[in-house]
């Protein structure tokens, strides 16, 4: 709203300016409307040229403005050493010295607004230790309720800067006031887990207003920030890892971590487990390792509750993590518990 007002009081300004100064200088009401017309299309340029610089970065502004400096300076120097020298003061030198300008600041405009955008400024926190800006991670929600993140961090495992969107926390935020309990407490725990990641001291969180009005759905505006920022997305969100590869953008998925970090069990391998559950199958028994694995056994349901040894048959890698199938020790082929887990 703010932004609105402050447009239309410049398109006002503008008018208004342009038919008083009109006014002023040549004494006539036909030609002062000319003036204000001047104006108003003024304004509207200068909205325009607005729209269009807030899209570049900002070291692409600042270069282009030092490059227009520098190109204004070549031409007065130039056009006052030689061009008035000889032609003097008239129509013809008067012609091409703002010919000189317009050539020679917009070819300073140009040269410094493309080699300002690739100008890095040097990063003076390197120095202290501090992650640089070129390594920033923007968190997810998913990721940010898990919790595994505040650990990885902890040891190390990740390092860089923790960028952590204004639209993200306000969507934990909305999930920690919800009226179902359970929304509620896993909303709480991802307050905590960010409280906690702040408190560490070589860890870097920085919360950003980055936002992207035209964009609903709370993945997109991840991704768009993540190029916006090159950065890479951290979620334990299938979809959304999927989608941002899609776009080009890199993903760190705990989930695919953990998967990654579990111990390679071989058929044959023998170990001992607790079975839980029964299976889908008839007379199947279902057992889980600590890192939450699930083993399949056949022929376990009468074990129910009981530790047994079993023999692994075979192991099942899926995108949702790894089931490994196994028969009683007792029951295996000779041969196929030659190994112990």
Not at 22 to 28: E, M, P, V
Not at 101 to 125: H, P, R, W
Not at 137 to 153: E, M, N
Not at 267 to 296: C, F, H, N, W
């Amino acid at each position: 709203m703010g932004t609105i007002v402050l447009r239309m009081f410049l398109v006002l300004l503008c008018s208004t300016g342009g038919y008083y100064v009109a006014y002023d200088f040549l004494g006539s009401t036909y030609l002062a409307m000319w003036g204000f017309v001047a104006g108003l299309a003024l304004s509207f340029l200068a909205l325009f040229l607005e729209q269009r610089i807030v899209k570049h970065p900002l070291r692409a502004i600042v270069g282009g403005c030092i490059g227009l400096i520098a190109g204004l300076v070549v031409a007065n120097l130039f056009s006052y050493v030689f061009l008035l020298g000889i032609l003097g003061k008239g129509i013809p030198a008067l012609l091409i010295y703002i010919l000189m300008n317009c050539i020679l600041g917009y070819m300073g405009l140009k040269v410094g607004s493309k080699k300002g955008g690739e100008f890095q400024v040097a990063d003076i926190t390197r120095q202290k230790g501090q992650p640089t800006e070129e390594n920033l991670k923007i968190l997810d929600t998913s990721v940010i309720i898990d919790g595994r993140i505040a650990d990885i961090c902890e040891i190390g495992f990740i390092e860089g800067t923790f960028i952590l969107p204004q639209f993200i926390l306000q969507e934990l935020q909305h999930v920690a006031d919800s009226s179902d309990s359970i929304r509620r407490t896993r909303g709480r725990r991802g307050l905590d887990i960010l409280n906690k990641m702040q408190k560490q001291v070589d860890l870097n969180v920085r919360i950003v207003d980055n936002d992207f009005p035209r964009i609903r759905e709370v993945d997109s505006k991840l991704v768009a920030l993540a190029k916006k920022m090159n950065g890479k997305i951290v979620t334990n969100d299938f979809n959304l890892n999927k989608v941002a590869e899609l776009q080009g953008v890199s993903v760190l998925n705990i989930n695919q971590l953990a998967n990654a970090l579990k111990p390679v069990v071989l058929p044959g391998e023998v170990m001992s487990i607790r079975i839980l559950k029964e299976g889908k199958e008839p007379g199947q028994g279902v057992a889980y390792l600590d890192d939450g694995t699930m083993v399949v056994v056949d022929n376990a349901r009468k074990h129910m509750g009981q530790d047994v040894d079993v023999a692994v048959t075979s192991v099942l890698q899926t995108t949702a993590g790894r089931m490994i199938f196994s028969v009683l020790k007792d029951d295996a082929p000779d041969g196929l518990h030659s190994l112990r887990y």
